[in-house]
């Protein structure tokens, strides 16, 4: 059953209803915005630079984020970060409503940014700190099945929300989740030891966090590695639209399926992952199966040429990759100390984003003098490098 291995925490389940209402407007607001700026642009390049201006916002702000979050409750860095991007969300609909310049929503690009990576930095120190260690990976499938329920329900109401309303009502309703979540949020009553029991001041908070980098260079530099998992997913939104179109001679129904079958194999993982007996939490070697698997789905992408065995490697995908984003974040938070994690967590999104960057501006720019279906070859490439770096790092972990 899926709840054999329950997390016995009720704080937990409020945290996931909140993600899901969160991860529902975000969602929308990153779709309807997507569109509206390509339909007010006429260009693809307006889309690649507002979301170029999110991951370097999140960037620049990721040291201040972490001390925040290990100075602060995280609970309340949560309902804080959410509040600010609603309220600044519905002045940009205000200014948007009297001059209609979309230049505007870039404000949005920046709050989103940093909003995002407070959200995701401290949501996961928050699962870290609630959570005891067996429960972890139980507690990271809930998250990643409801990042996907949030994230579906999403791609399912906003183009029919944008036609009738546009992206004043995308936007409203996103302001509103904010708010609607954090009813939830405020429900996670934490007696937060981590927080009283430290004398240290925000500055002080920051410090630490640094010294726990520059002492614990092997685990930091292994942290920066697990992201690639996700790196390679949002990187492969570049690759997949032309594939569909130019190497399949196929259509946007096949394109929208293919990205659904995507979210499905990603919630079957955490349903399987949340229901396998995994003898060690730690175990490397079903991260090391989950990799291969993952790589293999995106090599046979290279040599595919028919929808049905798209489809089943996508879903493929979708399993394997999240199974291994799900394990490796359940690793991490077993061994780096709750009271750093908020500050590592938040340079480890940075990073994250920069890569992102990197990744999606090169693949495009390659696939577009080349076919699409190098775009695959590529990305396997990478899921490769990161089997290496892992079997290296699990090994060099070991030792220590």
């Known amino acids: 059953m899926f709840l054999k291995n329950r997390i016995g925490n009720y704080k937990f389940y409020y945290y ?3 993600d899901i209402i969160s991860s529902f407007g975000t969602g929308m607001t990153m779709i309807g915005l997507n569109w509206f700026i390509l339909e007010a642009s006429d260009s693809s390049f307006m889309v690649s630079l507002f979301m170029i201006v999110q991951l370097i916002s999140g960037a620049v702000f990721s040291s201040l984020i972490g001390g925040l979050i290990d100075y602060y409750k995280r609970r309340d860095v949560l309902i804080v970060s959410n509040f600010v991007r609603g309220i600044t969300i519905f002045i940009v609909i205000i200014l948007y409503l009297f001059t209609t310049n979309y230049y505007l929503l870039f404000i949005l690009a920046v709050i989103n940014g940093v909003g995002w990576t407070t959200y995701a930095s401290s949501s996961r120190a928050l699962v870290q700190e609630i959570l005891s260690e067996k429960e972890l990976r139980c507690g990271n ?3 990643e ?6 994230l579906f329900l999403a791609s399912g109401a906003s183009g029919i929300i944008y036609k009738y309303v546009g992206i004043v009502g995308i936007l409203t309703i996103d302001a509103i989740t904010f708010f609607v979540s954090n009813i939830f949020l405020y429900k996670i009553k934490i007696d937060n030891r981590i927080n009283k029991e430290s004398k240290d001041g925000y500055i ?9 980098a520059v002492d614990n260079k092997l685990i930091f530099t292994f942290g920066i590695f697990i992201f690639i998992p996700f790196v390679v997913t949002m990187a492969s939104n570049v690759v997949l639209p032309e594939y569909v179109m130019i190497s399949l001679n196929s259509n946007s129904v096949i394109f929208g399926i293919t990205d659904m079958l995507y979210g499905v194999g990603a ?7 949340t229901n396998t007996a995994l003898k060690d939490g730690k175990s490397e070697n079903p991260i090391y199966f989950y990799n291969i698997i993952s790589m293999l789905a995106l090599v046979f992408l290279y040599i595919n040429k028919a929808i049905p065995p798209l489809l089943v490697a996508y879903l493929l995908f979708g399993l394997c990759n999240t199974s291994l984003r799900i394990l490796l974040n359940s690793y991490i938070m077993t061994v780096v100390p709750k009271d750093n994690f908020g500050y590592v967590m938040s340079i480890w999104m940075a990073i994250s984003n920069i890569l992102q960057g990197i990744a999606v501006i090169s693949i495009g720019w390659i696939i577009s003098r080349v076919s699409a279906n190098w775009g695959y070859v590529i990305l396997s490439g990478i899921m490769l490098i990161s089997l290496f770096l892992l079997f290296y790092f699990f090994n060099k972990i070991k030792k220590q």
């Open 16 to 18: 996931i209803i909140g």
């Open 141 to 143: 499938s809930f998250v």
């Open 145 to 150: 099945i409801s990042m996907q329920i949030g």
């Open 204 to 212: 002080e908070k920051i410090k630490d966090g640094k010294k726990y």
């Open 267 to 273: 919630c079957l993982a955490g349903v399987i992952i």
